[in-house]
Structure formats: structure tokens, C-alpha cells
């Protein structure tokens, strides 16, 4: 009986040194590895990680841009999850000897390679499969523009445009749901991936669609009647054809498997 109770206890030990500890340095990899079925494995994770509900009960190691050192270890994490703006303090940990690992989620093909890359490291291959069968599945399904127009997407509602517009620009997965959804992004110039245009340059752009990426959680105070109102007194195609609209969605801003419902939700305003 003690020796049944020695291997017994031996396999439980090992079964818990089997188990990461993983430290999340943005919400995109925090729901990502939930969505791999891992989240027991997370023993910490940045702020804003709101999904899902599970997330909020972690504690916070700071901001996903300004991670705390001192906090990230006294969580003895095995392995720390960042994306490419981490690259300081995962350089830092790295001389503690603790695995790390940078994730790329710009683009499409960014989420997807780096779902499978997790998926992997974290012995979660099927799940991952399953994640990358969603987006893929989601894209062919959603709506398709029968006439390819000019589409802007704009982050965050104003009701004073004239203090900066933020848009999404090039090599973003915004850009790859507009063409995927059958219409082009606005934004031609090279300039930026995600740059900040003045009200002169969206009237010289002349977008056929404005799309505005709204959070009434983190934007409670913008009257939205006089924010369209704003957008629609500027002289574009979208002003004059009726194709200005506001989409409040938690998900929208967050690369992560959850790009699905984006591209199901955008093509659909794209094309309605």
C-alpha cells in the first residue's frame, strides 16, 4: 500500500511540473490560449484581458505596453507570451532563464501561423486546427461585395474630427477582411500601417465607405449623434451615398481567434 501510495503521489508531481506556468503579456494571447483549452496554465496576464470572463480574475503583471519586471516573476512563470512591442522585457526574463516566446498577430496569416505555433508549443495541435477551420470557415462564408468599393475603417468615435483620425492602414488584418470581403482599403499611400490622417486628407482620399470602430465601455461620453454628424458634414462618397456607420463590438480591436467574428461582423457591413 505504501509503495502504491509512493507512485501514486510521484505521477501527481510530475503531472504538475508537466503543466506550465504561463505569464500573458496581451489580451490577444490570453484568449488565444484559452482558446487552445490552456487557461489553467496562465498564471498571470496583462491588463485589458477581459475574455474570457475567466481572464479577469488573473492577476494583472500591467499594462501590455509596460509589463512589470518584479511582477511577471514573482508568478515563477516557466513560460512568458508576448508580441513583437514586448521584445524589452522578454529579452530581460530570458536572463533568468525563463522561456519566452513573441507571437506576431498584425495580419491574418500573423494570427493563424502563430495559433498553429502555440498550438504546438503548448501540445494543443487539434485545438489549434479547430481555431484556424473557424477563421478560415468564416471568411469563405461571409458576405461578398457584388460591386468592389473603397472602404475606410477608423478607430474610435469624435465629435471633433480635427484633432486626428486614426485609421487602419496596411499589413493590419483589417486590411486583409476588406479585401477578403471583396472591397479595397481607402488608405493608398505607404506611409504608415496605421496612421492619422487629418479631416483634409479623408476628403482627399474620398472614401466610398467609413466604417468607425466604436466602444461605448471605453467611450461612454461621446454623443454619437453630433459624432456622425461631423462625419457626414465632410464632402466623400460615404457622406453622400448613406455609408457612414458606427460598429460596437468588445472584439473588433483584438487579434486574436476571435478575428472570425470580426470578418463575419465587417463583411457584413461592408456589403449590406
Excluded at 494543443?124 to 470557415?137: D, G, P, R, V, Y
Excluded at 481607402?186 to 500601417?193: D, K, V
Excluded at 466610398?208 to 464632402?235: C, F, G, M, R
Aim: glycine share 4%; proline share 4%; with cysteine.
Amino acid at each position: 500500500m505504501r509503495l502504491k501510495t509512493f507512485f501514486i503521489l510521484h505521477f501527481f508531481i510530475l503531472s504538475l511540473w508537466a503543466q506550465e506556468r504561463i505569464v500573458s503579456l496581451s489580451p490577444s494571447i490570453t484568449e488565444i490560449v484559452y482558446a487552445l483549452g490552456k487557461g489553467e496554465e496562465l498564471v498571470a496576464t496583462s491588463a485589458y484581458s477581459l475574455h474570457p470572463k475567466e481572464a479577469q480574475s488573473l492577476p494583472i503583471i500591467g499594462g501590455y505596453e509596460s509589463p512589470s519586471l518584479e511582477k511577471i516573476l514573482s508568478h515563477s512563470p516557466t513560460l512568458v507570451l508576448g508580441q513583437s512591442y514586448n521584445t524589452q522585457p522578454l529579452e530581460k526574463l530570458e536572463k533568468f532563464h525563463i522561456k519566452t516566446l513573441v507571437l506576431k498577430l498584425k495580419t491574418l496569416e500573423d494570427i493563424k501561423k502563430s495559433i498553429t505555433h502555440l498550438g504546438s508549443v503548448l501540445g494543443a495541435e487539434a485545438e489549434a486546427k479547430q481555431l484556424l477551420t473557424n477563421i478560415t470557415n468564416a471568411i469563405t462564408n461571409a458576405s461578398k461585395s457584388q460591386k468592389q468599393h473603397s472602404v475606410m475603417i477608423v478607430y474610435g468615435l469624435k465629435e471633433d474630427l480635427r484633432n486626428g483620425i486614426y485609421i487602419a492602414g496596411h499589413n493590419i488584418f483589417f486590411e486583409d477582411i476588406i479585401t477578403a470581403c471583396g472591397n479595397t482599403n481607402a488608405y493608398t499611400s505607404n506611409a504608415a500601417e496605421q496612421p492619422v490622417l487629418s479631416y483634409e486628407n479623408v476628403i482627399a482620399l474620398n472614401p466610398d465607405q467609413i466604417i468607425i470602430l466604436h466602444s461605448h465601455a471605453t467611450e461612454p461620453n461621446v454623443d454619437v449623434t453630433k459624432a456622425l454628424e461631423s462625419w457626414y458634414s465632410l464632402p466623400t462618397n460615404a457622406a453622400k451615398n448613406n455609408k457612414i456607420s458606427i460598429v460596437d463590438e468588445a472584439y473588433l480591436h483584438i487579434p486574436s481567434h476571435r478575428v472570425a467574428l470580426t470578418a463575419t461582423r465587417l463583411c457584413k457591413e461592408m456589403n449590406d
